[in-house]
């Protein structure tokens, strides 16, 4: 089996190449320097010369509040790029997993999102990722629509990277209390997309870790972790302010992972001792 990961540079595709190397599975990690999934011709050349069984789809334009002013990179990144790689993977009679995100729900009510829930994007990268994986759909059969939410892992910058840093420093921060979720670390997420390629159970999934919580939960485990006395001041959505609208109920069901047979990730205060004992 060969696997190509696209994102390598990022969070989850440098965790999802670790696994795979770990495994003795043939693979290679690609970004931006290796091929522009925007550009059709480019990413024909480059998939087809490593002619994959498997291509896992880690690369996206993440910047929730950038996209909002910058929707014509975002919506290349995010809806050709994939629709792309799809259209090689049919011609290679290969595997695609595209990862999406809790953003494509539009986060009202406090109900677990099914995967075959109505969606309803609230912003512009919510909006591009669901035409992302509309154009996996549209294009290939063997797909596996995985979303996650609040991620964090080894490489790259994160939402418990920022916390750790500025907490050291600060008496106290205020984080919003009134968005709800699950955290998602890449190192547990990874394993069971590994696991996921090696079979032919395609279909959409949710995979977030285990357990729900706030932001200012979220942040309070964090700094309890750490060590750290820094007050976590509980404010709203619209007390704290941002630029993109953000779903307030990112709850989303694991059935689907259940139905098939995939373990479900740990709890994420699990998840999250490990990953801070990691960097140290």
């Known amino acids: 089996?060969?696997?190509?990961?696209?994102?390598?540079?990022?969070?989850?595709?440098?965790?999802?190449?670790?696994?795979?190397?770990?495994?003795?599975?043939?693979c290679l990690g690609a970004d931006i320097e290796e091929f522009d999934i925007t550009d059709a011709d480019m990413t024909?050349?480059?998939?087809?010369?490593?002619?994959?069984d498997v291509v896992v789809h880690c690369s996206a334009y993440t910047a929730v509040d950038n996209a909002e002013d910058n929707i014509d990179?975002?919506?290349?990144?995010?809806?050709?790029?994939?629709?792309?790689?799809?259209k090689v993977c049919r011609e290679?009679?290969?595997k695609m997993i595209y990862i999406s995100t809790d953003y494509v729900f539009p986060g009202t009510g406090d109900k677990f999102y099914e995967v075959d829930d109505p969606t309803g994007p609230l912003g512009q990268y919510g909006m591009t990722?669901?035409?992302?994986?509309?154009?996996?759909?549209?294009?290939?059969d063997k797909y596996f629509i995985v979303r996650i939410s609040w991620?964090?892992?080894?490489?790259?910058?994160?939402f418990v990277k920022t916390m750790l840093r500025v907490g050291k420093d600060r008496d106290e921060l205020n984080v919003v209390y009134d968005q709800i979720g699950s955290p998602t670390y890449t190192a547990d997420l990874s394993v069971l997309l590994c696991?996921?390629?090696?079979?032919?159970?395609y279909g959409i999934y949710h995979a977030t870790n285990e357990g729900i919580c706030s932001w200012a939960d979220f942040t309070e485990e964090i700094f309890k972790i750490a060590g750290y006395d820094t007050k976590v001041n509980r404010v709203?959505?619209?007390?704290?302010?941002?630029?993109?609208?953000?779903?307030?109920?990112?709850r989303m069901s694991k059935k689907s992972l259940d139905d098939a047979g995939f373990a479900r990730l740990p709890d994420w205060k699990d998840a999250l001792a490990r990953y801070i004992k990691e960097i140290g």
Request: charged letters at 25%.
């Open 151 to 158: 991620v964090f892992g080894i490489n790259g910058n994160n």
């Open 73 to 86: 990179i975002c919506r290349a990144v995010n809806v050709n790029g994939p629709e792309n790689i799809a």
């Open 236 to 250: 709203t959505t619209e007390e704290y302010g941002a630029k993109a609208p953000r779903p307030k109920n990112s």
């Open 44 to 52: 024909r050349k480059f998939i087809s010369d490593y002619n994959p």
């Open 1 to 26: 089996m060969k696997v190509l990961v696209t994102g390598v540079k990022g969070q989850l595709g440098y965790d999802v190449v670790k696994v795979l190397k770990s495994r003795n599975i043939d």
């Open 92 to 94: 290679l009679d290969c």
């Open 195 to 201: 696991n996921m390629l090696e079979t032919e159970k």
């Open 129 to 140: 990722k669901l035409d992302g994986e509309k154009a996996v759909m549209a294009n290939l």
